[in-house]
């Protein structure tokens, strides 16, 4: 419900700016921003759907027995986290690496996860090492089966290379022929990587140097 606060009360923003004014705020900022990102999104029309069936419904008994959690279009959800990113005295290197570390172990990962390790990077590079860790997670969760999070994860590659080259060798072949077929850019890093290291096969070089169709 915080997360929906209409923007003419000054939306989820004015939410987090007033909840971390606070001396002792009454939920740690790690906490908020991982409970943000397990609401799963919905779509605009879902959304209105059920907004206009509890309208229609109002107070009846059937509405006060079968509590539901309201849904969330994924632009409030952006917003949400937005906003968070936005509080830096809150939300600093510290307090961002203990969300993704809490994030990444969530079953199944949540759709706004790689915006969020793209966004902790870019503010903190220090934690470049620490998101490798990150990536590597991801490849045990076969991140290449949801295809926005695979997305952001070449993405995220790209930035972060020549870091990400290790990250990037430890892809099935499979789908490291997939990820430098959607990500070009990859390719010229992870081959000179590759070709200074004694310890990628044959066949993986073969497959690197390869050129898309």
Known sequence: QLVGMPLEFGGFAAVASLLYALRTPIVPASELLVEIHKIVPASKRAVAAAAAAA?????????????????VALDLLIRATQACFDLTTTYKQDVLAVVLQKVVELNPTPLLFMRTVIQTLKLHPKLQTFVMNILNRLIDKEVWNHTKLWEGFLRCCQMSMPKSAAVLLRLPPQQLEDALAKCEPLREPLRRYASQSRNVPGYLLALIGKKAA
Request: hydrophobic share 35%; proline share 6%; aromatic share 0%.
């Open 55 to 71: 309208a229609a419904a109002s107070a009846s008994a059937e509405t006060k027995s079968n509590k539901q959690q309201p849904l």
